[in-house]
DNA sequence: GACGGTCAGTCATACGTATGACGTCGCGGA
DNA sequence: TCCGCGACGTCATACGTATGACTGACCGTC
């Protein structure tokens, strides 16, 4: 349809390229022969918008993108382009007059002037701009991480680009040095989740402390490198083990993710801790991929043994799903004759029949948290390793044992 | 734990700083003093990674972010810093021999350089990045377009930024303009999605023709202005509707989206065209809120109907559920007492009790025809309005009417 | 009347890369 | 001997912004 390289089409009959050579013997440090007559607009008068001294000059040139420079903004407002610079920073506490600054803003929103990312990423150097590294924003929860860190990025003035390493449930994991390294000199910083990354190490090569990047994990163990921002899910998991053990069940079987992450890890440490605090209380667990078919193939594996459990407890709402086609398949009604609880609390939680007790997890809480601290490592604070409360929430898939 | 700021800590003792009277020197166009004896390296023979002449500047010096650029790797390899560019860009057909290149090769490896964004953004006028702007992450649909996006660019070297306008089901919708011209001079093109945006009128006042910034549309009129990529969706929905009639149902209702775009108006007309075709048949509607809740409201009031219909059609898989809770509250079986089908396949959809009839959108495509389109445009092609079929799933949620 | 101080701006330059315009060397043909 | 040419690199510059150093005018003071 349209040719996008062409110009903006504002409708200006004006010379299309103005005389450089001006400019060009205005920036050579040689001799400077207009300096000798300096300020030449300020000789009329006060600056203003309409040019009264140049006629053939107004109207934006355009080198090759068509947009205006700060340099068309001077010209048009009759000033420097230095000056341009310094009322757009708001850096002018004494050093431009009211009147200037409403001029370069008048000339400013007269051309649609933006300033140039490119040039002050280059000036500053800085991009203002952090990597965030996520296993795949097809999963709602790190969607959810997603928009939380973008909130917390836009709230400092940063971008947020995404990383999604291909990684899908249980699958190989990318090691990202590769295609990050690429936007290295991009960015300001990274936020990564460790269970996107292959290693730790992998990341630390390329970012965090001794390699030139600042970095920040999300659901990471604290103290192996880099500040961290994590959900408690360790104490849900606490809490929802204890609410069965409390409800009377004493054969309580775990459906754990076939992952090996320091999260699905920890959620082991927990459930194991809460077991060993009640006497007499008999476990058991099978692992899993984290996909509905395995889950229920590996929950039924439970159901069959020679002592069946009375409840099941889920690593994740995905598992619990197949622990719920299991029962279905065995006869067996939720929580009548088992227990089942999940973490995560994804959409489909309440969809479940019964309605799936579990923990939910502040992911967009997580996202604004991790960008947070990354933004202040950026600043040159050290964040503390944070840590955001999980809710349990107890709805209608756990029940006693029946007796 | 650690400042960002400080140097790479790479472990060596030259000295920090050096005199950089000397590169001034090089730089200014005046006297130029080194001129008289041209390439300095060569004199010792071939280029070398190992420095021999300067015993002081082998390390990369570092202005402000420790990162070494193509001048310290000029030095190192003993050439100047225009060769290091060519070679990094490829463009060495006749104008760089084999053994330079290695050399430069070999010194960018032992600094690690990478070049500057930055500045190549700046020189190049292009920042090989877009905007992709969608309601929300956290829709998983979303997260699989901007999956398939980010393939489509990382493809072509291209990088995604997301802005994800809080809009949620619904909801208000955020005005672009804003947030989005900020980053203006940092894209080189826009892909959206007309649902996340208030009105097409508003993105185009900054992208799209006219304005200065390559626009592709998703999920968007073809011929409003801009290119567009779209799912079948009304395809999908008239074979569903055509499902239903061939089942033998003659009330047919449907439960629709409250917002206004042209996705769900299409949707309407789909079902009004194929509603026709089959003279004798009654319709209904309610049009509800993209929640659970509020769909469950909705459907209960057509099942509390006159004529209450034996099938429910809706607009998406979300809708489908408050369709089954309804039904469960009024002791309706799904599908002997009432069929009902949903639009998106979403992840809960084989969840459900019975599993839902709906129909798959190919969002990951989606994101990469529509990040192809925007590509090809800012190569300065015209790409096509482009269609992607959607995939009828008939499961377990539809029967024919009870006699 | 010379001097110091403030106000209001400008000047020049650097950030790091890409590239068109030049040199220089060596060799082969006339 | 001289010219032309290909191979191999270098030179200089521009991209657009931010900012330390500087300058001119004006004003009050001794």
Redesign the interface.
């Known amino acids: 349809?349209?040719?996008?390289?062409t110009d903006?089409?504002r409708p200006s009959t004006t010379t299309p390229t103005p005389p450089l050579t001006v400019a060009k013997g205005i920036d050579?440090?040689?001799p400077t022969v207009f300096s000798t007559t300096p300020m030449p607009a300020r000789t009329k008068g006060t600056p203003h918008v309409s040019p009264t001294g140049t006629p053939a000059d107004d109207q934006a040139a355009d080198?090759?993108?068509?947009?205006p420079t700060s340099k068309d903004v001077a010209k048009l407002a009759g000033v420097s382009q230095s000056t341009v610079s310094l009322v757009h920073a708001g850096k002018w506490p004494g050093r431009v007059s009211e009147r200037t600054v409403r001029a370069v803003n008048e000339a400013s929103a007269a051309l649609g002037y933006?300033?140039?990312?490119?040039?002050r990423?280059?000036r500053l150097?800085t991009?203002r701009?952090v990597l965030l590294v996520v296993p795949?924003?097809?999963?709602?929860f790190?969607?959810?991480v997603?928009?939380g860190a973008?909130h917390a990025a836009?709230a400092r003035?940063f971008?947020?680009?995404?990383y999604?390493s291909?990684v899908a449930a249980g699958a190989e994991r990318t090691p990202v040095a590769s295609?990050f390294?690429?936007?290295?000199?991009?960015l300001d910083?990274v936020l990564a989740s460790s269970t996107a990354v292959e290693t730790l190490s992998d990341l630390l090569g390329t970012a965090g402390?001794?390699?030139?990047?600042?970095l920040v994990m999300l659901d990471s163990q604290p103290g192996a490198g880099a500040?961290t921002a994590n959900i408690a899910i360790a104490d849900g998991m606490s809490a929802l083990t204890t609410h069965l053990l409390g409800l009377g069940h004493r054969r309580v079987a775990r459906l754990c993710a076939e992952i090996d992450s320091w999260t699905f890890a920890s959620r082991e440490a927990a459930f194991r801790d809460a077991v060993r605090a009640v006497a007499g209380t008999e476990t058991d667990h099978a692992r899993t991929p984290l996909t509905?078919p395995d889950a229920t193939a590996a929950a039924l594996t439970l159901l069959d043994g020679p002592t069946p459990p009375t409840a099941l407890v889920c690593d994740d709402d995905v598992l619990a799903?197949g622990a719920?086609k299991a029962a279905?398949a065995r006869g067996l009604r939720i929580p009548e004759d088992l227990s089942v609880t999940g973490i995560g609390d994804?959409?489909?939680a309440?969809?479940?029949?019964p309605e799936l007790t579990t923990v939910s997890l502040p992911a967009h809480e997580l996202g604004e948290a991790g960008m947070s601290a990354l933004l202040d490592?950026?600043d040159?604070r050290?964040p503390d390793d944070v840590s955001l409360p999980a809710e349990l929430l107890l709805r209608d898939s756990t029940a006693p044992p029946r007796a």
């Not at 349809?1 to 390289?5: D, F, P, V």
């Not at 309440?350 to 029949?353: G, K, P, R």
């Open positions: 349809m349209t040719r996008h390289t903006t089409g050579r440090p040689g080198p090759r993108s068509g947009r933006r300033p140039n990312q490119a040039a990423h280059l150097g991009t701009t795949a924003l097809t999963n709602p790190f969607g959810a997603h928009t973008s836009a003035d971008s947020v680009v995404v999604p291909p295609p390294a690429a936007a290295h000199t991009a910083g402390p001794g390699a030139g990047l600042p500040p509905i799903v719920y279905r994804v959409a489909f309440t969809v479940l029949e490592l950026l040159g050290s």
